[in-house]
């Protein structure tokens, strides 16, 4: 089976950072995505990992280490902008995803 | 590219009622995905197409849920008798190249549907 954790909340002031953890134990892996999701609206893609190591795109960030079925998004310089739900999601086999209960992120002025 | 495009974007029907969800993919890509977002059980995955025929259907909840790819530009979701429990937002998605490990899947605006 798949089961794939991150926290449910996390609160940050503007212009700090924030790391968002996920782990996974999944049967297979073929990379990691992180969505974001505004209320209300659909999900957008951020990034993937499917090699050891840091991605790094603009004020984003995405790490993973497949031997500990361990991931993180970072986001720095937070925006108001950025409060929104933050999705893990794993890609086991074929191209299927399977997503995590997600992260919601409030940013404080 | 207009995006995925699904219909409508909010339902209210009655238990008991057909519901018909209808999304067109983004031109180009082979494969096609429905899931269903609720607050409890998060992002879930209930069907998927690739080259309109269904690959996974291990997510659907019951008879109660079908669904269709005719076409590379068209599927449907149905639930007949709809319940108050299959109230969520309904996701359509797609991407492209299904083979390749790098395939973002680019997500639809949702179909909230509420039953009473």
């Known amino acids: 089976g798949q089961n794939i954790d991150q926290p449910t909340e996390m609160t940050a002031t503007e212009g700090a950072i924030v790391q968002i953890n996920c782990t996974y134990q999944?049967?297979?892996?073929?990379?990691l995505f992180w969505y974001q999701q505004h209320a209300g609206e659909a999900p957008t893609f951020l990034s993937y990992?499917?090699?050891?190591g840091l991605e790094e795109k603009g004020r984003f960030s995405s790490f993973l280490s497949r031997s500990k079925g361990y991931s993180y998004l970072l986001l720095k310089e937070l925006q108001m902008k950025d409060s929104a739900s933050y999705l893990c999601a794993v890609q086991a086999a074929g191209n299927k995803l399977t997503f995590g209960g997600g992260t919601r992120v409030l940013v404080k002025p | 590219d207009a995006g995925v495009i699904q219909s409508p974007r909010h339902e209210v029907t009655e238990m008991g009622q057909e519901v018909t969800l209808r999304c067109k993919p983004i031109?180009?890509?082979?494969?096609l995905f429905w899931y269903r977002q609720t607050m409890m059980r998060g992002l879930e995955l209930l069907i998927y197409?690739?080259?309109?025929?269904?690959?996974?259907d291990s997510g659907m909840p019951e008879d109660r849920f079908s669904a269709k790819m005719p076409n590379a530009s068209f599927s449907t979701l149905k639930i007949q008798p709809s319940e108050p429990r299959d109230s969520a937002v309904y996701f359509c998605a797609s991407n492209r190249d299904w083979l390749t490990s790098y395939n973002e899947q680019f997500f639809g605006p949702g179909t909230r549907l509420t039953v009473l």
């Open positions: 031109s180009g890509h082979n494969s």
């Open positions: 999944t049967s297979g892996f073929n990379g």
């Open positions: 197409f690739n080259n309109n025929v269904p690959i996974d």
């Open positions: 990992n499917v090699l050891d």
